[in-house]
């Protein structure tokens, strides 16, 4: 079974050789009955012959692959360079009308291996070229003064070359460069589809939610009545007070999300202060600690950005109790009209496996599936900013935020 696609690299090249060898079997016969009739077939037939062989091996070699590396394609060409010259050197060497297909290796090189590779392709083209020129027999070149005419054949095709080589490949990077664009910017459609899915489930979980925790009240309240002194009743409240607290600022953030009410800056040392006052509440045990070295700056107002930075410290909390530790680290700093915030766990660290794709793709872990960070991922490029994790030498994750700002 072959698995390589004839729309392969290997594939087309594989086909154009099948047509190849049928061609020059047509053409050395007609030469040889049509033309010339005391030329002597054996050597092209046996020059054919061993091409059909090493296509037939080639086809062998491949057929459990979908693609060749390119130092296979590399092979495969200077293989098809050799065959040609020989052929050609049978029939008149560089006085042969065909000589020019020594360009074409050239062709397919350039749309199907790396630069050096290309550059090898054609001084090889140029080398087989070279020695079809100056082992020609005299008779060839003194015959009606060909000499001259061969010449500015070997110089047409130095100048082919070199146009090739470099038009050619420019075009192919070109393409290349517009194909990576579009994957990027498909990617990046699939994400935001990603994201507006994610938000539009988390919309619809939260207004399910209201309802349920509204009843949860009542019921509290009725059970506070009969036994106001059970020892979680504290507990309890606190727990009911965190959710209302966050379906209210879900609220806040959607309806000034829907009317466009946004702050246009906001000061970073408010943005540290909000954050350690959340903390306090949602994680009492960890203790915040904030190095503000950037004095009078400011970031964007985006009613997103806050929720963002706390999911970064949900997650850098959970990593802590799990670790048995309770400080968090905020160095925040001014780096070149932009804010620079860093934040220290004290946790075990992630898996240098799933470093690369927290925060741009959902990762399946013992923690959750990383939506939290995506989103805030989201959020910070949205604001033209850019978030890097890593874990710390000596203690655990470290998140670099950096953010356009305004002084």
Request: negative net charge; aromatic residues 6%.
């Amino acid at each position: 079974m072959i698995v390589f696609s004839p729309t392969s690299s290997i594939g087309r090249l594989l086909l154009l050789r099948t047509i190849a060898i049928v061609l020059q079997l047509i053409m050395v016969c007609s030469a040889a009955y049509l033309f010339e009739e005391n030329i002597n077939l054996s050597p092209f037939f046996l020059v054919i012959g061993v091409e059909s062989f090493f296509q037939l091996m080639s086809v062998y070699a491949y057929r459990h692959k979908s693609e060749a590396a390119p130092t296979g394609m590399l092979l495969q060409l200077l293989a098809d360079l050799l065959f040609l010259t020989v052929l050609l050197s049978l029939s008149g060497g560089a006085s042969n009308a065909f000589v020019s297909l020594l360009l074409l290796p050239i062709v397919i090189a350039a749309v199907t291996v790396p630069k050096n590779y290309v550059v090898i392709v054609a001084l090889c083209a140029l080398a087989s070229y070279g020695y079809l020129f100056f082992t020609l027999p005299n008779h060839h070149v003194h015959h009606m003064d060909m000499h001259q005419h061969l010449t500015g054949m070997l110089v047409n095709f130095v100048f082919s070359v070199i146009v090739i080589v470099a038009v050619v490949m420019a075009l192919v990077n070109q393409i290349q460069h517009k194909e990576h664009k579009l994957a990027q910017a498909r990617e990046q459609q699939l994400k935001s589809e990603q994201i507006m899915a994610l938000g539009s489930a988390a919309a619809q979980a939260t207004h399910q939610l209201a309802t349920p925790i509204a009843n949860l009240n009542l019921l509290f309240e009725e059970i506070a009545e009969d036994c106001p002194k059970h020892p979680a009743i504290p507990d309890i409240v606190i727990a009911l007070e965190q959710c209302k607290r966050q379906l209210a600022g879900f609220r806040t953030q959607t309806e000034n999300l829907k009317l466009g009410h946004m702050e246009h800056r906001k000061a970073v040392s408010d943005v540290l202060q909000e954050l350690a006052s959340l903390m306090a509440l949602q994680y009492p045990d960890q203790k915040v600690e904030i190095t503000d070295e950037s004095p009078n700056l400011q970031v964007s107002g985006d009613p997103m950005l806050l929720p963002a930075l706390l999911n970064i410290l949900n997650n850098a909390a959970r990593a802590n109790q799990q670790n048995h530790s309770n400080i968090i680290q905020l160095c925040s700093k001014a780096e070149q009209k932009s804010w620079s915030l860093t934040i220290i766990d004290h946790g075990k660290g992630i898996d240098p496996m799933q470093l690369s794709e927290l925060g741009h793709e959902i990762v399946q872990s013992d923690n959750g599936m990383g939506i939290a960070l995506l989103l805030s991922h989201a959020t910070f490029e949205r604001l033209n900013g850019s978030l890097t994790i890593e874990n710390h030498p000596s203690l655990g994750a470290q998140t670099h935020l950096h953010l356009p700002t305004k002084i």
